[in-house]
């Protein structure tokens, strides 16, 4: 029986990102529909956690773990883009929603290429699906949250459309991205993840609730200063 567990708690974040559809499609629930993902963050975690735990992990696990994923970091999420665009666009530039369709198509492509990836073991090459549903979601909660920061930042259909396809992008490219799990306590390792709590933190006063908004964004800027200092 306890190798099904993880598999049935897997299954719990394909339904949470199913219902997110549901809700932000039929009802135009937003908010409800980004409370579902994160639920659905939660049961993603605990998953590959109480396989670990239980000593079950399994290629199927693997595989219905990417086909959850896709549901609640790719197709979910893409609709909260599609919506958010849709919202800010004028009459003549509605088609710029279409560009949420990046979001599960490279998700998709993503997971199906993370599974065959043996580099990703302690870190990520291309962002993670989960971050990119992550910042869709911090959009919602900070349209609600802090509307003044979303409506300067924000509130355009051409930076959504453009937020769309460039994190959708970066899901397939080859740019390494720090995992938030520390590699013990020191510095060496945890730098850019050290760097990007300390931002987190600074930003927090700064902007209050409108840090939601920017915790993915500055995820990948760090990552991106990280490989070129990196390369230099």
């Not at 004028?90 to 990836?117: C, G, H, Q």
């Not at 306590?185 to 987190?200: C, D, P, Q, R």
């Not at 006063?205 to 390369?231: D, H, N, Q, W």
């Amino acid at each position: 029986m306890k190798k099904h567990i993880p598999n049935i708690i897997t299954c719990l974040n394909v339904t949470s990102g199913a219902i997110a559809i549901v809700v932000a499609t039929m009802y135009d629930n937003l908010f409800a529909a980004s409370m579902l993902i994160l639920l659905g963050m939660i049961f993603d975690f605990f998953d590959g956690l109480t396989a670990r735990v239980l000593g079950v992990k399994s290629e199927l696990g693997k595989e219905l773990d990417s086909l959850a994923d896709v549901c609640s970091f790719g197709v979910a999420p893409a609709i909260l883009a599609y919506k958010l665009i849709l919202e800010n666009a004028t009459p003549s530039m509605e088609w710029l929603a279409l560009s949420a369709v990046a979001i599960p198509a490279l998700s998709a492509y993503r997971l199906a290429k993370f599974n065959l990836d043996t580099r990703q073991t302690v870190s990520f090459i291309g962002m993670p699906t989960p971050a990119n549903a992550l910042f869709w979601v911090g959009l919602v909660l900070g349209k609600q949250w802090a509307p003044e920061i979303y409506n300067a930042v924000f509130a355009n259909s051409v930076v959504l459309a453009i937020f769309a396809v460039g994190f959708a992008i970066a899901l397939i490219s080859e740019l390494p991205m720090f995992s938030l799990k520390l590699q013990g306590f020191g510095w060496s390792g945890n730098e850019l993840l050290y760097i990007f709590l300390v931002a987190v933190l600074v930003l927090m006063p700064i902007v209050g609730a409108g840090t939601v908004m920017l915790i993915v964004p500055s995820y990948f800027i760090i990552c991106l200063l990280g490989k070129i200092i990196v390369r230099k």
